[in-house]
């Protein structure tokens, strides 16, 4: 069986250097202000445009190995909201602020992480891992 890959269109892959940059402004912010890493990449204008950029663009890339990119970047935002809010969570139950500040920290690390992997893949032009 034959594989077919569909061609990838440069502006296409501008787009996605541009949402990869947008949440990788928030990240900065959160790190340079008084934000926190993680409530500056769920909360910040750059990334919230990085979002509905994704969203605006999602069905082009279908076929091509875009369209792993822009699941990647979608469920690293959408997954951050969710742990976000459990962490929150647990720091009004009686485990308390530490162990939610260490779900926060772990987060950060996690949202760079994917951050950092999935641009340098999308350098080399490699798909994401579904």
């Given at each position: 069986m034959t594989v077919v890959v569909a061609p990838i269109d440069e502006s296409l892959l501008s787009y996605t250097h541009v949402m990869y940059a947008l949440h990788s402004l928030a990240v900065l912010i959160g790190v340079?202000?008084?934000h926190t890493i993680v409530g500056s990449f769920i909360g910040?204008?750059?990334s919230i445009v990085a979002v509905v950029m994704n969203?605006?663009?999602?069905?082009a890339t279908h076929?091509?190995?875009?369209?792993?990119?822009?699941?990647?970047?979608?469920?690293?935002f959408w997954f951050a909201v969710l742990w976000a809010c459990v962490s929150g969570l647990v720091m009004l139950?009686?485990?308390?602020i530490p162990a939610g500040l260490v779900g926060l920290?772990?987060?950060?690390?996690?949202?760079?992480?994917?951050?950092?992997r999935g641009w340098l893949?999308?350098?080399?032009r490699k798909a994401m891992p579904v």
């Open positions: 340079t202000t008084f910040s204008l750059p969203y605006a663009r999602r069905s076929g091509t190995f875009l369209e792993s990119h822009f699941r990647w970047q979608l469920r690293t139950t009686i485990i308390g920290f772990a987060l950060a690390i996690w949202i760079i992480y994917r951050l950092v893949a999308l350098r080399d």
